[in-house]
């Protein structure tokens, strides 16, 4: 069981906008940055958003994030066939004086 | 561009070590960031194995800490992980990763990873 909560399952048509939360608690998404990565299928996970709504060069602009208290969202407007992939959140644990992991998110657009 | 490759057996018997290399182009390892591994296993989120920073501390997850060993080549611009008595339960895709900092899940850019398997 992962530690922080993500949904298993997320769905939405072209164009849509679809969101996909990650909760935790006060040890890591209330106190530390939220981080998201996008994994294609058969692919190694992709830095999607760092700092809980920074883009990395090259990410587009439909892709993006927030935190508030003990939760975060990765937000895709726009969805496109592409985009149907593996999600996960990530952040550091004071507790466990490490990162810790979502149990992903699996994105399909219908 | 950093560019990270994972090698190593990609079979391993149970109550054996398994030994993996990460070797990094693009990037001395001794310059500066963080090198870290993450585990895939079947059916289950992404794990955190442990991060060495470019001066060669290591930090390990408190689970595997008991069995993880991590340590760098530098003349060959590599890092590497040992994890020792594996289980069936170690069966995993391994990934090695590039860790922009100490108290961050900020990994950038990551391997292709390895599909360890675990059996007799």
């Known amino acids: 069981q992962s530690v922080l909560t993500q949904p298993p399952s997320a769905s939405g048509t072209p164009g849509q906008r679809v969101t996909i939360s990650c909760s935790g608690s006060s040890s890591y998404i209330g106190s530390n940055y939220v981080y998201w990565y996008q994994q294609l299928p058969g692919t190694a996970p992709k830095l999607l958003i760092y700092r809980d709504n920074q883009r990395p060069s090259g990410v587009p602009d439909r892709f993006s994030g927030s935190r508030s208290g003990t939760s975060a969202s990765l937000a895709i407007s726009g969805l496109r066939s592409e985009d149907e992939a593996d999600y996960y959140c990530?952040?550091?644990?004071?507790?466990?004086?490490?990162?810790?992991f979502g149990g992903g998110t699996k994105l399909t657009v219908l | 561009q950093v560019q990270l490759q994972e090698s190593g057996p990609g079979l391993v018997k149970p109550s054996e070590t398994l030994s993996l290399t990460c070797t990094v182009s693009g990037y001395s390892i001794s310059s500066g960031y963080y090198w870290g591994w993450i585990r895939h296993p079947p059916g289950k989120g992404l794990e955190w194995i442990g991060s060495m920073s470019h001066s060669g501390r290591t930090y390990y997850s408190p689970s595997l800490k008991s069995r993880v060993t991590m340590s760098a080549d530098t003349s060959k611009n590599q890092f590497s992980l040992k994890l020792s008595s594996v289980t069936a339960s170690d069966t995993a895709v391994y990934y090695c990763?590039?860790?922009?900092?100490?108290?961050?899940?900020?990994?950038?850019?990551w391997g292709q990873g390895t599909l360890v398997t675990v059996s007799s």
């Open positions: 990763a590039r860790l922009s900092g100490m108290a961050v899940a900020w990994f950038d850019p």
């Open positions: 990530a952040a550091w644990d004071d507790s466990l004086s490490g990162p810790v």
